[in-house]
């Protein structure tokens, strides 16, 4: 028996655990492996646990999540879909920390994504909501500047005339349809596939 973490474990008892699910087979496998190299750590290097988990930060499309804070259960939703789907997202609730220059990070966020998901919502259109107005209209901004597309509408509780009459015109996704998760997920795929052409 080997002591791992104040805990012990023999290499059988952990065999035995096999059969439980494929992402914690893959946990087991890792383990035995660094067992069998010799290491006393459940995580033993950085490059081992990228061999068997194939990390997010690979990607080079990112994505911004714009959203206002009252709707902070549907982005978490998304956010983790996007995760799964291996798709780098900046996400203030993770990018800003204690002490960061919140508009320094934003302006960081916008700068290195290439497309934004605007969660359009009574709360995000609320005057007192100044930072989803700026994302909003920098994400508009870029994408008459530019012509490429540059942003996608999630309509999250707005009737279609509570739009912004500018955004009226593209196409969004409705959170109410009940595969907006999988849309979203596909319309990002979709706008990363055209940016790496």
Not at 7 to 20: D, E, Q, T
Not at 33 to 44: I, S
């Amino acid at each position: 028996m080997r002591k791992v973490e104040n805990k012990y474990f023999s290499v059988a008892h952990l065999s035995r655990l096999r059969g439980f699910g494929d992402g914690f087979d893959n946990l087991v496998d890792l383990f035995l492996k660094a067992e069998a190299d010799g290491y006393l750590f459940l995580f033993p290097e950085r490059k081992l646990m990228n061999e068997q988990f194939k990390s997010v930060d690979t990607t080079d499309f990112q994505v911004f999540l714009s959203r206002s804070g009252r709707d902070r259960d549907i982005v978490d939703l998304v956010f983790d879909q996007l995760q799964r789907a291996e798709v780098g997202a900046w996400y203030d609730k993770y990018e800003i920390q204690a002490g960061d220059s919140i508009t320094e990070r934003i302006n960081e966020g916008l700068a290195q994504c290439d497309l934004g998901i605007l969660f359009l919502s009574r709360s995000f259109l609320d005057p007192r909501s100044g930072w989803t107005k700026a994302e909003m209209n920098y994400f508009f901004h870029d994408r008459m500047k530019s012509r490429k597309k540059s942003f996608l509408c999630i309509n999250v509780d707005l009737a279609h005339d509570e739009i912004p009459p500018l955004l009226r015109d593209y196409r969004y996704i409705s959170w109410e349809d009940s595969s907006a998760l999988k849309q979203i997920v596909d319309a990002v795929r979709r706008s990363s596939n055209d940016h790496n052409l």
